[in-house]
Nanobody, 121 residues
Framework: QVQLVESGGGLVQAGGSLRLSCAASGSILRINSMGWYRQAPGKQRELVAAITSSGSTNYADSVKGRFPISRDNAKNTLYLQMNSLKPEDTAVYYC???????????????WGQGTQVTVSS
């Protein structure tokens, strides 16, 4: 089993910054892609940013240029630096990881428990 634990959420004023972290632990052979998703009240969960094991990134249009994503493969840790935060960024942020099984053949999807980010105007 693999566990993902997020940290770094909180309350911040508009224009401020937060840094989210997601530490993966457990039975990990290799992690393929990792990403951050968010879900605001009454809305569907959406992709914020994703990064492959080689470092290729993908961003939602709403966060491009504001939320750089990065990862430390040696530590199995994912980061999201959130800058110039806006009230519409308020949501629960979830970490996701696609992890290879011990045979190196199959990928399994794991999710963290989520961390609340609230941006006040």
């Amino acid at each position: 089993q693999v566990q993902l634990v997020e940290s770094g959420g909180g309350l911040v004023q508009a224009g401020g910054s937060l840094r989210l972290s997601c530490a993966a632990s457990g039975s990990i052979l290799r992690i393929n892609s990792m990403g951050w998703y968010r879900q605001a009240p009454g809305k569907q969960r959406e992709l914020v940013a994703a990064i492959t094991s080689s470092g290729s990134t993908n961003y939602a249009d709403s966060v491009k240029g504001r939320f750089p994503i990065s990862r430390d493969n040696a530590k199995n840790t994912l980061y999201l630096q959130m800058n110039s935060l806006k009230p519409e960024d308020t949501a629960v942020y979830y970490c996701n990881a696609a992890v290879f099984d011990r045979s190196g053949t199959y990928l399994y999807d794991y999710w963290g428990q989520g961390t609340q980010v609230t941006v006040s105007s």
